[in-house]
């Protein structure tokens, strides 16, 4: 009688553990879980930026506006550190698109908690050679919130940066 009982509750206790992945486990935020969990969810295809939102020291916030052209392009951060770019169909300006391929490096710093990029070409108006050091706010599989603090002689603001899948 005891094998038996004992035999049940190792049967419920492997069950329990092989459960499979969800998804709900796919979709949970991963913000704050360590390289293990945001590098697989960072490099897993193409983000489009979808948002830029700017909030200053008194509270006041303004979105900017994207233009059509930028919307369409689609980046990626490669497993091996480079970022990508497919450029869509929108033309900025009626002017060809800049090449696809990479345009720059990225790397996750403080337990995945920031993203820094090097911009090895001008891509969306930033300069070559720029590096940026984002906060991750948020990283799940459809969306990452990226922010930065800039300092402006006529004050500081925080810039969002929303990519979507």
């Known amino acids: 009688m005891r094998k038996t009982i004992y035999l049940s509750i190792i049967a ?82 009626g002017n060809p698109s800049p090449a696809d391929g990479q345009f720059g490096t990225w790397q996750l710093l403080d337990n995945a908690t920031r993203i820094q990029e090097t911009y090895l070409r001008e891509i969306r108006g930033i300069p070559a050679m720029t590096t940026r050091n984002y906060h991750i706010d948020r990283v799940k599989f459809k969306e990452m919130v990226i922010s930065r603090t800039i300092t402006n002689p006529n004050g500081d603001y925080v810039e969002t940066t929303t990519l979507t899948r």
């Open 12 to 93: 419920i206790l492997v069950i329990i553990s092989c459960k499979k992945q969800t998804i709900d486990d796919l979709y949970e935020d991963k913000t704050g879980k360590g390289p293990k969990q945001v590098l697989p969810v960072v490099t897993n295809s193409f983000w489009r930026l979808t948002a830029v939102r700017l909030t200053y020291a008194n509270g006041s916030t303004y979105d900017s506006i994207i233009d059509e052209c930028k919307r369409d392009d689609c980046a990626t951060y490669q497993k091996n550190g480079d970022m990508t770019i497919l450029h869509g169909s929108a033309l900025c300006g």
